[in-house]
């Protein structure tokens, strides 16, 4: 199951949240950085031994064997410190000219793994290279900040959006997760209703605490101690909403496979 995390625009704490979910994903779950922009996944965690994670294993050496045919997984995971196993995306865009058509065939590996696979696309923009990827995903989950711009910017990514989808072929269900204070409690409903009155019923899934302490934790190389924080906290809530959107999706393509 593949639930992919992306911004409309700008940068409102796709990693941060993506890194987060995976941490309390309560299954067997693969963080994968699919930043095109270039990813932070191997600058921000170490192995266990506290030796930096190889940045040249994981998306790239994926990319080589999709290419080929068969591929699984495993042998381009590294396990990082506190046991999350992840895939390390690219240093920088260039590297992401050479993958050139292999997007698609990484995203059906990725959906293809038997626990979850959480994926971080970055800024989701028409140009994005990753955007097949994101077409495989079971689920595609926007994270906003409720600002007028963040909801301007998603809602536009949104009709977008919707104009790949011809009805032939099963579309990722779409989510959208805030990144906003408990005191804006009222914004998630607002941002939903805004969603449905421009015609796009797209469910806000929950809301990420804003926690800029824990934030910097997770950007700092050290995951601990914030286990009891808000953004933790907030990301336990996320996931069975998130796990329901990209179920209901998966066993739809299974249906439609007749599999
Ligand atoms: N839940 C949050 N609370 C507070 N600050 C956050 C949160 N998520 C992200 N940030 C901060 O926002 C900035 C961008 O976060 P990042 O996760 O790198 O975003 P993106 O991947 O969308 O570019 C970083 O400074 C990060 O610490
Ligand atoms: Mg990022």
Not at 93 to 100: I, K, N, W, Y
Not at 153 to 166: G, K
Not at 241 to 249: E, G, I, K, T
Request: aromatic share 4%.
């Amino acid at each position: 199951m593949l639930v992919t995390l992306a911004s409309a625009k700008g940068s409102p704490g796709v990693t941060t949240t993506a890194r987060v979910l995976a941490s309390v994903w309560p299954q067997d779950v693969v963080l994968v950085d699919a930043d095109p922009a270039g990813g932070d996944l191997s600058l921000w965690s170490p192995a266990p031994d506290g030796s930096p994670l190889d940045p040249d294993t994981g998306l790239l050496t994926l990319a080589v064997e999709a290419r080929r045919g068969t591929v699984t997984l495993e042998p381009h995971l590294q396990r990082a410190d506190g046991g999350l196993d992840v895939v390390c995306g690219v240093q920088h865009p260039g590297q992401v000219a050479g993958m050139g058509p292999v997007w698609p065939a990484i995203g059906s590996v990725l959906r293809g793994y038997a626990g979850t696979v959480v994926a971080d696309a970055g800024r989701l923009t028409p140009d994005s290279p990753a955007l097949p990827l994101v077409l495989e995903s079971d689920a595609l989950v926007f994270v906003v900040r409720p600002t007028i711009e963040g909801y301007a910017h998603l809602r536009e990514r949104l009709r977008w959006l919707a104009t790949f989808d011809s009805g032939m072929r099963p579309m990722p269900a779409l989510g959208v997760v805030a990144v906003t204070d408990a005191r804006e409690a009222g914004a998630i409903r607002d941002l939903e209703l805004l969603l449905g009155h421009a015609g796009l019923r797209v469910p806000v899934l929950g809301a990420v605490g804003v926690d800029q302490k824990a934030a910097d934790v997770v950007a700092a190389r050290v995951a601990r101690g914030i286990d009891r924080s808000l953004l933790v906290r907030s990301a336990r809530h996320l996931v069975e909403p998130v796990a329901q959107l990209a179920q209901s999706r998966a066993y739809a393509r299974a249906g439609v496979r007749g599999e």
